[in-house]
């Protein structure tokens, strides 16, 4: 099975890197049209800044790339926030396959500290990424922006109000929290995302 991770401007590709090989994947980090087109499944990391990664993401026109790759597509943390309709952070226009707006989280009291950082539980996951999933697990997050949840929601978290944890629409799956830092339970989401169909 051929793996490509995307190489941009955005943190956090060695770390996906490092998880697959644990997985006994190797995978080819690249940017380059043919070999992402041509692998059997695409991961879309990231950790950075929205407007910023946009900017580059048109500029070297992998925003159209990416929005027409029709494998299984994971994007992780900023590249699931980057995979829908616009970001407040820069207040940017994204990639807009699904239908969802990015929010600033806001502060509720003085307990509610942002980013939120940290494990915590996944509810009500379903679809093929948490395949075999019969209890509450936890995973890792680190993030100040989140999706509302909607339609395309796949797996819900709390913190100061329940949000998206995961996405999926089509070939599309999505991750807030990072897998590849959530121990057992993100090796066998990646694993699942390897099995998909």
């Known amino acids: 099975m051929e793996v490509a991770i995307v190489k941009y401007n955005a943190g956090n590709i060695r770390s996906v890197d490092y998880a697959l090989r644990r997985l006994g994947i190797e995978a ?21 800044e929205a407007e910023t990664t946009m900017r580059f993401l048109r500029s070297t026109g992998m925003d159209i790339l990416i929005k027409s790759l029709v494998q299984p597509v994971l994007g992780i943390c900023l590249g699931m926030q980057l995979l829908c309709r616009h970001s407040e952070e820069g207040n940017v226009d994204c990639l807009g396959i699904f239908d969802a707006d990015v929010r600033r989280f806001v502060p509720r009291c003085h307990e509610d500290k942002v980013p939120h950082m940290g494990w915590n ?28 949840l909607n339609p395309y929601t796949s797996a819900v978290t709390d913190y100061i109000r329940p949000f998206s944890a995961a996405l999926q629409k089509d070939n599309f799956y999505a991750t807030q929290f990072h897998p590849e830092k959530s121990g057992s339970v993100g090796e066998r989401i990646l694993r699942n995302f390897l099995d998909l169909p």
Not at 28 to 48: K, N, Q, Y
């Open 28 to 48: 080819e980090i690249t940017s380059d049209e043919a070999a992402l087109r041509r692998a059997d499944r695409v991961i879309f990391p990231g950790v950075g």
């Open 121 to 148: 539980t996944l509810l009500d996951p379903k679809g093929g990424l948490f395949a075999g999933f019969t209890q509450e697990e936890y995973v890792y997050f680190v993030h100040s922006y989140y999706v509302p």
